[in-house]
């Protein structure tokens, strides 16, 4: 529902707006002169702005210049006499949409506010859309054909017309997003935004400003209002990625929202409702999260309505055959190439990698050897030219050597810097925990630890 502001000193003319405007289902707020519009238009964000051109105290040309300074994406239409078209045309050269002439018709007004909004409407559409290419958002097909992966697609597929949140688990790399891509694509919302916000990559200040929005002046930098993500996905679906990254203080404006549907933007003073559908993602086990007080049990139950486990790529290495294939295809293309496919060695060289990065690196792994190679089709050489001296699976032996060698002392120095974090990580940084865990006394486990410069923030 559009929300627009009616702005004329004459109460008739407001109040005839207000009737034509709300039964178009317009939600109409109005002023009876500038100076109250400047003030609505610093608590509100309005879609529209129609005004009169001259009234007493602040004219239209004094809310034209408030509305863009304030809240630039709002549409302003100006109203004018006659006698006044000269001013009216003066402010569609400062920004103002368009303007009606009095006296003026019904079915002009509605024609004009109609086009307006949706012309905003495309122009939103289209800046998402230019967002998700500059992101190299990934394809929304789920590339796979392996059992577990099938189950996956089989339970998106149950969930999605249900408005209820989801919460996706799994390692970083599996493809969470895309995955929340393919429920959305597939829900009765799919007309309406897909929004996505990592909330790992923000400072908290500037993710509860991203999430809620806020009014100019509400701290340094608010030079005008800005619309949060909850009101962009509106009707539609907003992805949470990375939810066990946020702070106490954003988990409980969270909560609110998921409790309510209704939210505040920072230095706000009006409730704002909203009808998005949540789908968060996290890399971390939230259950033990709620155990150490981490993360509140509350939101997890509000996140944690329908779960959906992504295997990591290790434990589904038959779909590596088919994401090899995809990639292949979409590196040829933006690279230039017309590499042909790989050898069966290579190939089997692949799908006995541990993947830590799961997809993601099979992807940075893939465009990698494309980009060096110049043979027709990749070769075992090529795999290995490109592939890190790390242990296959979990297994600490090398099965091939490196075409370039390895620097053995390198290697055994960071299998031992691993263990030693892996057992601080296992006893919640108990050293004299750790150093028993591994056999070792504590004197020579702390030299290990001085050695490596191992302490609980650098690893």
Not at 181 to 189: A, G
Not at 200 to 206: F, G, K, R, V
Not at 254 to 266: A, G, K, N
């Amino acid at each position: 529902m559009a929300k627009i502001l009616v702005v004329d000193d004459e109460k008739s003319m407001r109040g005839f707006l207000e009737i034509v405007l709300s039964k178009e289902g317009y939600q109409v707020t109005t002023a009876s002169d500038g100076e109250e519009a400047l003030r609505l238009i610093e608590n509100d964000i309005f879609d529209l702005v129609i005004t009169d051109i001259k009234m007493p105290k602040s004219g239209g040309l004094e809310v034209l210049k408030g509305v863009k300074e304030t809240s630039p994406d709002t549409i302003v239409v100006m109203i004018t006499a006659f006698a006044t078209a000269e001013t009216a045309i003066e402010a569609m050269k400062q920004g103002a949409y368009n303007y009606l002439t009095k006296p003026f018709k019904i079915d002009e007004v509605k024609v004009i506010i109609s086009n307006a909004l949706e012309k905003q409407r495309l122009r939103k559409e289209n800046s998402q859309l230019r967002h998700e290419l500059s992101e190299l958002a990934p394809p929304r097909d789920i590339i796979g054909k392996s059992g577990s992966l099938q189950k996956v697609l089989e339970l998106v597929g149950k969930i999605a017309d249900s408005s209820s949140n989801i919460l996706i688990t799994g390692e970083s790399g599996t493809g969470k997003e895309l995955i929340a891509r393919n429920i959305h694509d597939r829900s009765p919302r799919r007309q309406n935004p897909f929004v996505t916000i990592n909330c790992s990559a923000l400072p908290e200040n500037l993710l509860e400003s991203e999430l809620f929005g806020h009014m100019k002046g509400s701290f340094t930098g608010a030079v005008m209002n800005k619309q949060g993500l909850f009101e962009v996905a509106d009707g539609g679906t907003l992805f949470l990625d990375e939810i066990g990254d946020t702070s106490p203080a954003i988990q409980v404006k969270l909560l609110r929202v998921l409790q309510e549907r209704e939210f505040r933007r920072i230095g706000g003073v009006k409730d704002i409702k909203v009808d998005v559908r949540i789908v968060a993602a996290t890399n971390k086990d939230l259950v033990k999260a709620v155990a150490e007080n981490a993360f509140r049990e509350d939101l997890y139950y509000r996140l944690d309505v329908i779960p959906v486990f992504l295997p990591p790529l290790r434990e589904r290495t038959e779909d590596i055959p088919f994401l090899v294939e995809h990639f292949l295809k979409k590196f040829n293309k933006t690279l230039h190439k017309e590499i042909q496919g790989l050898e069966p060695d290579a190939l089997s060289l692949l799908m006995e990698q541990e993947w830590k990065g799961n997809v993601r690196e099979l992807e940075n792994m893939i465009e990698r050897v494309i980009s060096l190679s110049a043979n027709q089709k990749i070769s075992k050489e090529d795999v290995l030219s490109c592939t890190r001296p790390l242990p296959l699976k979990d297994s600490l032996k090398i099965r091939e050597l490196p075409a370039s060698g390895l620097d053995l002392e390198k290697y055994i120095e960071e299998i031992e810097k691993d263990i030693l974090i892996k057992a601080l990580e296992k006893t919640r940084w108990v050293k004299t925990e750790a150093a028993k865990l591994l056999n070792l006394n504590f004197r020579s486990f702390r030299y290990r630890l001085l050695k490596y410069q191992i302490d609980k923030h650098s690893s």
